[in-house]
């Protein structure tokens, strides 16, 4: 029997009393169920099929009767005290508390704006001013001023003599500058330092402004071969608040001053193009080196053409590109690439990929900075319609960035409807109790018992104490390098409130969903009757070895073989040697003495095989179903051979012994097992039932 945790009766959660006006339909295990409960548990177990008849309604009367009595037969053993249930049952809250722990409304335009957006690619350069990802607010100065300052020129504000100064000043006191300083080692104040002095110079005689900055001012490592240059993305293809900035900003515009994980950056929107889709290509491929010398090219370029002109004669692009591309990985499978989107391959092959028309098109020789190229078109898949990718767009929204936004909107709801107020004051005078201690991991919260407890936030009437803040703190202590550690805290601040808000919306589901609380209890239920019939029923037939010797010897002539014929085939190379093979059985020769004689010369003359075949499973034997030599050779056109068949001895019915039926005994020994269980429960469990309320049910 196959287990498994989609359950077989999956019924609605029953809420005892919850229709306390309705009549009893029926009373299971000294619960009682009412006509409503009943009736919705009915139709949405059978959906369109429910049938408000009297027979349908008492056969439905067997089958939620007997999920009610496992449900209290589980309860009666205690498997819902079991800290495994428990488990089990927690990961399955929290796996269907998620979509309620987020604004719906959000996450519909998360999808519906992810989908539009896959539909055009953006052309952008950026200019990084990086900075760590979890830094300080005091620790970002630095990196947002040069930002301010870099984006400003852009624009054709220069920065004046103060402004280079101020932002001296902060340089360097920042922390990434100071000890470096201190050091004598003054190489990177004075890259970013001349980053700034030197803006007026960068522009004067350029012809892309924006380039020729990013050159000298963006911390991308990249930017010295791209300029800044990142070429055309769509949806999903940058981190959420880059994406937003390149779709905010007009073709030919600068974009404000945007953070992401890596830091600050400006972008510049160069183009806006319909989506060229993902595209599925092999090439055959001759190299050259990054510093190639002129005949080196000239050589590879040669050799392409050579082989364009082959696949131009009819040659098979496959077979040419595992004898002659140059591309180690991709030759071996036929010059096959990875699928690809816009801004992935150097431009020249992507703009003459995409430009091939059907599938199995290819192309003249392109040339790019790693060599020559002969492209073939195997397939381009475009963005379907919203229905055919909502499902896919639901889990990329979910692994992204941009799934924060509807907790976010969840928290602002719940603050607002709950009455959130906070005291910031009594936030920050936990700076009294903080120290160098806690950068080193030893701080402990007791230290701030001193401070009174005062409320630091109330959310519905709750209060949320400095002592709770300082346990919460404790808890996310790691050992940190030099920094302010009360900065350090107050950062910490909002994640702290953000969690207790989502806490507090959590463990009210049940009490503000009823289909939340209704599909928890179907889950709780099921694992309950899955775990118990796992235990009187499936694992019990497995381990109760002596209980199913017993059951098959009493069954046995349920379990027998067909007529069988013992079978021995002699796989001959040719007519001849069958014909020589005929002869040496006919006069009792064995299997030693044929093989023997036959393969002496070579040992692909004769193979042998028995095996016991049933009646009708060898389409060979059908006209040979006796035993002795078969009259006729037959001709194996699949493998080649000529078989003579000899059949040994042809078996009667007989019973299979156990290891040879074990599965099918198990199995109907599970059977076995329910069905004496199912009468137990029965015996245990009474059930009353009113006619009278069930038959009014029309």
Known sequence: MIKSKIYTLAFVAITAGAFAQDQVVMTVCNKKVTKTEFEAVYKKNNGKDANNNSKSMKEYVDLFSMFMRKVCEAEQLGL???????TELAGYRKQL????????????????????????????????????????????IEGYTRAT?????????????SEIANYDKLLKASEEIFYPLKRHDSALYKV????????????????????????????????????????????????????????????????????????????????????????????IMTKFPKDAKDIDKENAKKKIFEIYDSLKKGSNFEKLALKYSDDIQSKNRGGQLQPFKSGRLPKEYEDAAFALQNDGDYSQPIMTAYGWHIIKRLSLKKTGTFDEVKNELKTRVNRDSRSQMGREVLIANVKKENKFKENLKNRDEMCKVIDSTYLKSTWKASRAEKLGN?????????????????KYIESQMTFRSTTDPCEVIKNMYNGWVEEQIVNFEDARLETKYADFKNLLLEYRNGILIFDLT??????????????????????KEKYLWEERADVTTYGCSNEKIANEVRKMLEHKKSEKEITETI???SQLNLSIENVTYLKGENKNLENNWKTGLAAKNIIDDKDKKVLVIYINNILPKT????????????????NYLETEWLQELKNKYPVTVNDNVLNSMK
């Open 97 to 140: 508390a998620a979509p309620y722990l987020t604004d719906k409304n959000t996450n519909e335009s998360l999808l519906t704006e992810a989908y539009d957006r896959l539909k055009t690619e953006v052309k952008v350069s950026h200019i990084l001013f990086r900075i760590p990802e979890n830094a300080l607010p005091k620790d970002t």
């Open 655 to 670: 019973p299979k012994k156990l290891n040879e039926c074990k599965g099918m005994v198990t199995a109907d020994y599970q």
């Open 192 to 283: 970013k330092i001349n980053s700034i002095k030197n803006l007026p110079e960068y522009v004067k005689n350029a012809d892309d402004k924006f380039q020729a900055i990013a050159m000298k001012s963006s911390d991308d490592p990249s930017v010295v071969d791209n300029k800044g240059d990142i070429g055309y993305f769509t949806a999903f293809d940058m981190v959420y608040p880059f994406e937003n900035a390149a779709y905010n900003t007009k073709v030919g515009e600068i974009s404000q001053i945007i953070r992401t994980k890596y830091g600050y950056h400006v972008l510049k929107v160069y183009d806006r193009r319909p989506s060229r889709g993902e595209i599925f290509t092999a090439h």
């Open 149 to 161: 300052i870099v984006r400003n020129a852009l624009m054709g504000k220069m920065p004046s003599q």
């Open 534 to 555: 796992d235990q009187k029923v499936w694992s019990k037939a497995v381990r109760d070895t002596a209980g199913l010797r017993t059951y098959y010897e009493k069954n």
């Open 80 to 86: 819902d005290t079991l800290s495994s249930f428990k």
């Open 599 to 601: 393969n002496k010369k």
């Open 454 to 470: 005062k409320e630091i936030f109330n959310l519905a009437g709750k209060s949320y104490k400095q002592n709770d803040f300082a």
